[in-house]
């Protein structure tokens, strides 16, 4: 099944700046939307940006003008820039994936989530 590979997490102060990376792997045919959700403590996990097919984009409000997210054939990043405390979370790499086992199914995929810490 596909797999998706998350990187970048950390800890950075107010203001600055951090890129997570998602590769997504296996037998991939193609990804219809991947993005990025975020997940803070005793909060539900919430959209963050996503990227379709046709490289339309979804911002959330609380991210928006600082965070731009990329794709590149199986791979997403998301630049996050004007890092603020409320950011900190975990955030999760997501992908709407049509997949080969015996036949082409579609299914969404999630990472296992990078924690990123934003604190003075």
């Known amino acids: 099944q596909p797999h998706l590979v998350e990187s970048g997490g950390g800890s950075v102060r107010p203001g600055g700046s951090l890129r997570l990376s998602c590769v997504a792997t296996g037998k991939i045919r193609s990804i219809y939307t991947m993005g990025w959700y975020r997940q803070a403590p005793d909060k539900e996990r919430e959209l963050v940006a996503t990227?379709?097919?046709?490289?339309k984009t979804i911002y959330a409000a609380s991210v928006k003008d600082r965070f731009t997210i990329a794709r590149d054939e199986n791979m997403c990043d998301l630049q996050m820039d004007s890092l603020k405390p409320e950011d900190t979370a975990v955030y999760y790499c997501?992908?709407?994936?049509?997949?080969?086992?015996?036949?082409?199914?579609?299914?969404?995929?999630w990472g296992q989530g990078t924690q990123v810490t934003v604190s003075s």
């Open positions: 990227v379709t097919e046709g490289e």
């Open positions: 997501y992908a709407d994936v049509i997949y080969t086992t015996v036949s082409y199914l579609r299914d969404d995929f």
